[in-house]
């Protein structure tokens, strides 16, 4: 079955820690996004990779971190400098980041609460 | 102003009503429009792209109105599974790439 994967479903950190979420797709999109949602709230882009070994931030992007070694994966480190990271975490890929009508696809999301 | 502005609900409606979510985005030079849906503590799936003449599946029907910078969803016939937040999106140039601007959601509630 295609589709996007991230891991763990459930996260919780101390605070001062670094913790890295994970995103894999089989979808061979080319497109992989990361978003965080707070209640109340729209998701918001944090950064974005059009391409293998290349990544963009986005709107809210400081501290935070990501790599993409690989076309299938797309990690995202939350370090002890994000300031309020308790958030539902999404993950989401896409056949290409042109215009048009590309579907972005979810993954199921991680939910990160600081302790 | 935000960038896409929703109506955050909720929306408690019966079974079988016809139901219409609205939606207004700021950027006039937005290219792209759609509609996700998203349940409880899920991920956001898509549920329709809006075109400019219009679009229908089934109990949906999408309309854009780029002069007057609005989107609206209508659900005829609605079923108690229609129950979720549904997010207005819109997909707009910026810095040189295209992203993804999302609505916080309106949410619905669908009863007997």
């Known amino acids: 079955d295609g589709g996007i994967t991230q891991s763990p479903k459930y996260l919780f950190r101390k605070e001062g820690q670094n913790v890295t979420l994970s995103c894999e797709q089989n979808l061979n999109h080319d497109a992989m996004y990361w978003y965080r949602q707070d209640p109340g709230q729209g998701l918001r882009l944090i950064y974005y990779?059009?391409?293998?070994?290349?990544?963009q931030k986005g709107d809210i992007a400081e501290g935070y971190s990501v790599s993409r070694e690989k076309k299938e994966s797309f990690p995202l480190t939350v370090t002890s400098a994000q300031k309020n990271p308790t958030a539902f975490y999404l993950c989401?890929?896409?056949?290409?980041?042109?215009?048009?009508?590309?579907?972005?696809?979810f993954g199921p999301g991680t939910r990160l609460t600081v302790l | 102003r935000k960038e896409v502005e929703q109506d955050p609900g909720p929306f408690n409606v019966p079974e079988g009503a016809t139901v219409a979510f609205n939606c207004t985005y700021s950027n006039s030079a937005s290219q792209s429009f759609f509609w996700y849906r998203q349940d409880c503590r899920k991920e956001p799936k898509l549920l329709m792209s809006?075109?400019?003449s219009g679009n229908e599946d089934g109990r949906f029907t999408a309309q854009l109105n780029r002069a007057s910078q609005y989107i609206s969803l209508l659900i005829r016939d609605s079923k108690l599974s229609d129950s979720a937040t549904y997010l207005c999106?819109?997909?707009?140039?910026?810095?040189?790439?295209?992203?993804?601007?999302f609505g916080t959601g309106t949410q619905l509630k669908v009863e007997l």
């Open positions: 999106v819109v997909k707009e140039v910026k810095g040189g790439g295209n992203k993804l601007t």
């Open positions: 990779s059009q391409i293998v070994n290349d990544f």
């Open positions: 809006v075109y400019s």
């Open positions: 989401a890929s896409s056949i290409a980041l042109g215009g048009g009508y590309n579907e972005q696809f």
